[in-house]
């Protein structure tokens, strides 16, 4: 039985039951030799910045390697991103968006990857640096990690140890999302950059991924990287304030790609189909999935 993990005095005060490892797992036997820029937007929720950060901070990310662009937030979150000198920031004056914040940190990064990452999320590995490897072996261009979203119920890192053990060498190939997906600084030079038209609301990075495929990328999900996500933190706080239900209008998202109603229809069908024999097989082998929701004590498999 894995051994269950401990809190330390900071993560008491955060609004989940966050864990530091016991036992990390370990990825000395892989060759990191590609740099990297972890591209975070942030508007408000400075707990779950903080959170983020000192998680990844404490997996083995390099600080240096983080890149926060505050989107004109009002809380507390300009004042500690200015504290942290070990960390670079960038202050917007008005919110540009997810696609913006993307594109403005891709083009301030030098690195050969670029991660573009959610700031409500944990881990309890580098798993930044394990998606980057995965990627070079199954020679994808962009890349995503593994994940659990919402109710983090769980040890995460006995969980982690667990889960990597299952699924490491499992790829999905054909999808990515947007929680957090690594992109060669090629594809940016090939196909463009994120998408900053904000009536995406949202949808940036499926118009990405489409736009990938149309060009005839690589990309995929693998097994070999894991991390917990919150889900939709800031865009619930922002249909607070905005009293609304939903942002955008998924009509124009599909018009935006090229699809007329009988496309969306035949994609959508395709996408299900796909979605159902990569549940099924990757149950059937481990009884994981690399996508699992973690909701109201039951745990969905997508």
Same mark, same amino acid.
């Given at each position: 039985?894995?051994?269950?993990?401990?809190?330390?005095?900071?993560?008491?005060?955060?609004?989940?039951?966050?864990?530091?490892?016991?036992?990390?797992?370990? =990825?000395?036997?892989?060759?990191?030799?590609?740099?990297? =820029?972890?591209? @975070?937007?942030?508007?408000?929720?400075l707990q779950y910045t903080q959170q983020c950060v000192e998680s990844l901070l404490a997996s083995g990310v390099p600080a240096q390697s983080?890149?926060?662009?505050?989107?004109?937030?009002?809380?507390?979150?300009?004042? +500690?991103?200015?504290?942290? %000198?070990?960390?670079?920031?960038?202050?917007?004056?008005?919110?540009? $968006?997810?696609? $913006?914040? +993307?594109?403005? $940190?891709?083009?301030?990064?030098?690195?050969? +990857?670029?991660?573009?990452?959610?700031?409500?999320?944990?881990?309890?590995?580098?798993? @930044?640096?394990?998606?980057?490897?995965?990627?070079?072996?199954?020679?994808?261009?962009?890349?995503?990690?593994?994940?659990?979203?919402?109710?983090?119920?769980?040890d995460i890192a006995p969980f982690t140890a667990e889960f990597l053990r299952k699924m490491s060498g499992t790829v999905r190939k054909g999808?990515?999302?947007?929680?957090?997906?690594?992109?060669?600084?090629?594809?940016?030079?090939?196909? !463009?950059?994120?998408? #900053?038209?904000?009536?995406?609301?949202?949808? %940036?990075?499926? %118009?990405?991924?489409?736009?990938?495929?149309?060009?005839?990328?690589?990309?995929?999900?693998? !097994?070999?990287?894991?991390?917990?996500?919150?889900?939709? @933190?800031?865009?619930?706080?922002?249909?607070?304030?905005?009293?609304?239900?939903?942002?955008?209008?998924?009509?124009?998202?599909?018009?935006?790609?090229?699809?007329? +109603?009988? !496309?969306?229809? =035949?994609?959508?069908?395709?996408?299900?189909?796909?979605?159902?024999?990569?549940?099924?097989?990757?149950?059937?082998?481990? !009884?994981? #999935?690399?996508?699992?929701?973690?909701?109201?004590?039951?745990?969905?498999?997508?």
């Amino acid at each position: 039985m894995p051994q269950r993990a401990h809190c330390t005095q900071y993560e008491k005060s955060v609004p989940y039951r966050v864990c530091s490892p016991l036992h990390v797992p370990q =990825t000395s036997d892989v060759n990191m030799s590609m740099s990297y =820029t972890i591209v @975070i937007p942030v508007l408000n929720q400075l707990q779950y910045t903080q959170q983020c950060v000192e998680s990844l901070l404490a997996s083995g990310v390099p600080a240096q390697s983080l890149l926060v662009i505050d989107n004109g937030s009002t809380d507390d979150t300009p004042v +500690w991103l200015a504290g942290r %000198e070990d960390i670079r920031s960038v202050r917007n004056p008005v919110n540009l $968006g997810c696609g $913006g914040a +993307w594109t403005q $940190g891709a083009l301030l990064a030098d690195s050969d +990857w670029v991660v573009l990452l959610n700031n409500d999320i944990v881990c309890a590995h580098n798993f @930044i640096e394990a998606q980057i490897n995965a990627a070079q072996t199954h020679r994808l261009d962009v890349v995503s990690p593994s994940l659990v979203e919402f109710e983090l119920d769980y040890d995460i890192a006995p969980f982690t140890a667990e889960f990597l053990r299952k699924m490491s060498g499992t790829v999905r190939k054909g999808w990515f999302h947007g929680v957090c997906f690594s992109v060669r600084r090629s594809v940016f030079q090939q196909i !463009g950059y994120l998408d #900053t038209d904000r009536l995406l609301y949202g949808r %940036e990075d499926a %118009e990405f991924l489409a736009r990938c495929k149309r060009h005839g990328l690589s990309v995929g999900t693998v !097994g070999d990287a894991f991390m917990h996500h919150f889900g939709m @933190i800031t865009q619930n706080a922002m249909k607070k304030d905005l009293g609304v239900s939903r942002f955008g209008d998924h009509r124009y998202f599909y018009s935006k790609i090229g699809l007329n +109603w009988w !496309g969306r229809q =035949t994609a959508k069908f395709a996408r299900k189909s796909q979605m159902r024999r990569w549940v099924a097989a990757e149950r059937a082998k481990t !009884g994981f #999935t690399l996508h699992m929701v973690h909701r109201n004590g039951r745990v969905e498999y997508r």
